[in-house]
Nanobody, 122 residues
Framework: EVQLVESGGGLVQAGGSLRLSCAAS????????IGWFRQAPGKERELVAA????????KYADSVKGRFTISRDNAKKTFYLQMNSLKPEDTAVYYC???????????????WGQGTQVTVSS
């Protein structure tokens, strides 16, 4: 069973940076897609960024393009979301997710972490 554990959330002032990490375990397959999602109070969960296991294909929500960067370390089975120039509207619980297909779109993610809170103060 795939297990995903996020870390790195916290409280930061607007304009600041945070790096989220997602440690994955319990799988041996080589082809997968990792997504970072977020959910703010009263809002639907949205895909923030996604990356496939091989190559350099990534996808970002328009609201974070140019500010967030998703990356991976396949050998360590650890995935990252570097968040720069944070805004109060980035405040949300951030979730790491995985699906066992190489598909950069936002549907079909089947494994989820417990989430980590990111709060950006103005």
């Amino acid at each position: 069973e795939v297990q995903l554990v996020e870390s790195g959330g916290g409280l930061v002032q607007a304009g600041g940076s945070l790096r989220l990490s997602c440690a994955a375990s319990g799988f041996t397959f080589d082809d997968y897609t990792i997504g970072w999602f977020r959910q703010a109070p009263g809002k639907e969960r949205e895909l923030v960024a996604a990356i496939i296991s091989g190559g350099s294909t990534t996808k970002y929500a328009d609201s974070v393009k140019g500010r967030f960067t998703i990356s991976r370390d396949n050998a360590k089975k650890t995935f990252y979301l570097q968040m720069n120039s944070l805004k109060p509207e980035d405040t949300a619980v951030y979730y790491c997710s995985m699906k066992v297909v190489v598909n950069i779109e936002g549907a079909g993610f089947t494994s989820w972490g417990q989430g980590t809170q990111v709060t950006v103060s103005s």
